[in-house]
């Protein structure tokens, strides 16, 4: 399905509460810790994980891609469906003004174009969430789900 | 008429405010001559490159015996700077707090600081203060404490220390020799408790059954926290020689410990095996290497208890089971009850 246009004059930035990311190689993880929800980021997508941790204007987003790689075709593209990717699973908010102490350099780029890639894995939801007191069952103990939160 | 202002909500943040406070009274007190000293430890032992310490003022003694296969230290050993965690085990009224009762209810909070878990029913209050490495476990009614508190002590504790001093509680079974141990993952009910006693009694060493520590590195290790075990009902049936006692069965669920002699203290990990149920019961089980990034999701949920580190320690387990999944081959195995053929593939996949 082709991404809705989106503005090229939004600020943008990774979601301020409940997301933990780690840059690994040549992949970004990223946890969102309210749902359970596991995303692993490859491509350029580490390096504009890393501009929207900073907050960046979208426009921003896709020029950097361009000036990087200036023979890759379909990168504005990429770059739209990607940040669309992110907002649906809110792990990037819109923002008023870039944020204050702004300034972290980017993740290194790859050697060459790799479209940016956003994988969603929802499986280990349930086992990331249970909460070893109000989850568990009051005989047996985390992390043994309370029968009625199954 | 006098009228009254409506009662404002209580927000989260305040009643966690309120749990954290109440803690910190008590630890305080604990610190002071009041509390426990030094002359009340009753037992310490060494946990890979770290030591557990527990002092008591309490009758809870029992609940020691599921580390007793580990190495022990005596007290005001000289421990050459290893990180050291203090554990006051109490029960009773509430030390330090002035007759006051923990807040009601389930709460789990932390700060930088200090994290506390406190439930009711019995009414029980674990809390640590990470940067002293002091810790508090309480039980109102130890006449009363479920099974797990006897069996898998201070977990919570646990989990929210060792990510402090680089180790990880993982939610995995460990089997295997000195050498080298297989990691068996899996969900609750999966089989990995009935995989590791299985294994344990055709001779191999029993690290774990539930729970694990993980000491991340370019070799990781495993070290035993517990020698205690659960089997369910079905499989405690059909395991020979389990046998737990009245009061240790709970609904379904039978815990027992493992004799200290078929134990392993510390071992490099070699192998991870995700266990799971064979989709045909009567068809042979199955072991099957995995892709680095599906050995990577299967460990994922191991540490699931990181959360009690907060979100440096899920920084710190997502590195490490990113390395881990680099190193270690991965497997996944389908279990069904032709259980010499389930240890054969653990020891191939050992191998």
Redesign the interface.
Known sequence: MTPEPTGGDRWLQTRPADL?A?T?SD?T?V?D?ATGV?FSLRGVASVLWSLLERTAEHEELRAAVRERFTDAPSVDADVDAFVAALEADGLVVESDAPRAGAGASASEWPESYEPPVVKK?D??AD??L?????DVA????????RPDNR | MARTAPRQPVSAAERGGAVLAFLDTALDTLGSAVGPAVDDEVFAFRCGPTIVRIRATSARTGELRPFSHLPTVTPRTATHGDPELVVHVCDGPFPGADGRRPPSG???VRDARTFV???D?PAIVDGLRSSEGRAISWIEDVAHA????RF?PF??IF?AWFPAVRMLLL?AAAVGDADGVVLLVG??GSGKSTTSVLCSQAGLGFLADDFCLLEPGARPRVHSIYRSA?LRGDSAGRVPDVHAARGDR??D?HYFLVDDDATIASAPVRAIIAVRPAPDATAAPRLEQVTRDESF?LL??TA??V??GG?AA??FW??SA?AIAESIPAYTLDLTWDTARVVDLVREALR
């Open positions: 933990v780690e690994l992949e993880l946890i810790t596991f894995y499986d280990m086992l990331l249970v909460d070893p007191i109000h009051a005989e047996t103990g985390w992390p043994e789900r | 389930f709460h789990r878990a406190i439930t029913g479920p099974p797990y508190t898998r977990a919570e989990s939610h969900n609750g659960k709970v609904d669920d999701r994922l949920p699931l208890k959360a009690s979100d899920y920084r997502l590195r990113h």
